[in-house]
């Protein structure tokens, strides 16, 4: 099955800086998803980005799909921010997702 | 939007019992739900796919006699913990997608069992 890596593992960043999340897939995808962990461990999504590039605030997400590789960049950090992202990528007639293993992001006063 | 609603949040049994957990989409049909795992400070594992009429697929390592799961309309899938034990203690999200095939998946808030 198709294998999803997340770097980095851990980032701790000062509130108002930005920041790039990656995440590698080793096959081709037809879905891929971009999540926010919450402390209560409610998942939010936050893209669903296949391919190209999406936008909502601060936040915004880049599927480089030929060269499967996804990239979630978060400016002006909040202490909000933190908690753990995760990718997810499935890909072929497999509807199925399967995870990363996750950033897990502090963002400090 | 598409919501699933998952029902014990939370839920505390004793060794040797058995657990059921609630996984519904509420304003749309899923003739298959997915149901995860997530140990602490680690990531999701895919436990199995639900499938409305028929036998669950099970991920390889996952023991479908200790996890029953029973989809048995379009909007309801149910998650058995059978036998329960400690090591059983975890946090299980379901999830499900309102269109097709190329579409997000959408998560329950996911139910943290601790077995004592």
């Known amino acids: 099955g198709i294998q999803v890596e997340q770097s980095p593992p851990d980032l701790i960043l000062q509130e108002g800086a930005n920041s790039t999340l990656r995440c590698n897939f080793s096959?081709?995808?037809?879905?891929l998803q971009w999540f926010h962990q919450n402390p209560w461990g409610q998942l939010i999504n936050l893209f669903y980005?296949?391919?190209g590039t999406k936008q909502n605030g601060r936040l915004s997400a880049t599927t480089v799909a030929t060269e499967r590789y996804s990239l979630l960049y978060i400016s002006s950090s909040q202490t909000t921010d933190s908690g753990v992202y995760f990718c997810?990528?499935?890909?072929?007639?497999?509807?199925?997702?399967?995870f990363g293993t996750g950033t897990r992001l502090q963002v400090t006063l | 939007g598409a919501v699933v609603s998952q029902h014990p949040s939370r839920v505390i049994c004793k060794s040797g019992t058995s657990v059921k957990i609630e996984c519904r989409s509420l304003?749309?049909?899923?003739?298959?739900m997915f149901w995860y795992r997530q140990f602490p400070k680690k990531s999701l594992m895919l436990m199995a796919t639900?499938?409305?009429?028929?036998?669950?697929?099970?991920e390889q390592g996952v023991e479908k006699d200790k996890f029953l799961i029973n989809h048995a309309s379009l909007t309801l899938s149910t998650l058995t913990v059978t036998s329960a034990h400690p090591e059983d203690s975890s946090f299980y999200i379901c999830?499900?997608?309102?269109?097709?095939?190329?579409?997000?998946?959408?998560f329950g808030n996911g139910t943290r069992l601790t077995v004592t």
């Open positions: 999830s499900a997608r309102d269109q097709g095939i190329n579409s997000p998946l959408h």
């Open positions: 096959d081709s995808v037809n879905n």
């Open positions: 980005i296949p391919s």
């Open positions: 997810a990528a499935g890909g072929g007639t497999a509807s199925k997702l399967t």
């Open positions: 304003d749309f049909q899923a003739t298959t």
């Open positions: 639900s499938n409305e009429g028929s036998k669950a697929t099970y």
